[in-house]
């Protein structure tokens, strides 16, 4: 059972396309991140989101408390997005130490 | 900058042999995760550190121990390295809750066991 379930899988967009990742969980959080991880390994931290919506450059992120949804969108996208992004959820356990990961979401932009 | 530094980018090792694998942060960060990173299976966490001398085990244990002796130091070990081993090693880095729990990766060690 995977707490944390993203799609798509694989996306493949046009320059200029606009997308979408979501991301499903079913634990009580203290709250979803969305990381990024580019070819050759390092993982970066886009969002870390409680509720609403976040906002950076041209990427959004929206999260749904009552759903468990969260969902990522990339606004005209470009080749340098090519990325794979995964949802992280931070739990509310007992110490709230434990991460939930995705199997991630593998981007290519084309040009 | 804040920073996770993970020792070795790419390391390739026999069977058998002890490999150890280290992280450095430089936040002051309590919590210390260790993760391996394979096609189709995500993260999975193999040792958890909250505080110096402080560990807990992840998802995936078997064949791995972990050292904190400082508080910015996260030692991963692999007594005897198996080629079911090889793989992607990840350390993180965060605070406690209810601090900011932003979550701080190393570029990665890729490992190889032949």
């Known amino acids: 059972k995977n707490e944390v379930e993203q799609s798509p899988q694989n996306l493949t967009a046009q320059e200029g396309e606009f997308i979408t990742i979501n991301c499903s969980y079913s634990?009580?959080?203290?709250?979803l991140h969305w990381l990024q991880q580019h070819p050759g390994g390092g993982i970066v931290s886009l969002f870390m989101?409680?509720?609403g919506k976040k906002k950076h450059g041209r990427l959004i992120a929206t999260i749904n408390i009552q759903e468990k949804h969260s969902s990522l969108h990339i606004t005209a996208s470009h080749p340098r997005d090519s990325a794979v992004y995964i949802c992280?959820?931070?739990?509310?356990?007992?110490?709230?130490?434990?991460?939930?990961f995705g199997t991630g979401t593998s981007l290519t932009v084309i040009p | 900058d804040v920073k996770v530094t993970q020792s070795s980018r790419y390391l390739v090792k026999r069977t058998g042999e002890k490999v150890f694998l280290e992280c450095v942060q430089d936040?002051?960060?309590?919590?210390m995760f260790w993760y391996r990173q394979d096609p189709g299976l995500g993260l999975r966490l193999i040792y958890f550190s909250y505080d110096v001398k402080m560990k807990e085990k992840g998802d995936i244990p078997e064949g791995y121990s972990v050292s904190r002796e400082k508080k910015e130091r996260f030692s991963l070990i692999l007594e005897s390295a198996s080629t079911n081993q090889t793989s992607m090693y990840l350390c993180?880095?965060?605070?406690?809750?209810?601090?900011?729990?932003?979550?701080?990766f190393g570029e990665g060690s890729r490992l190889t066991v032949l």
């Open positions: 992280a959820v931070r739990s509310r356990g007992n110490t709230g130490n434990q991460f939930y």
């Open positions: 993180a880095s965060s605070l406690p809750l209810p601090f900011t729990g932003e979550l701080f």
């Open positions: 936040m002051d960060h309590e919590n």
């Open positions: 989101l409680s509720s």
């Open positions: 634990v009580g959080i203290s709250a």
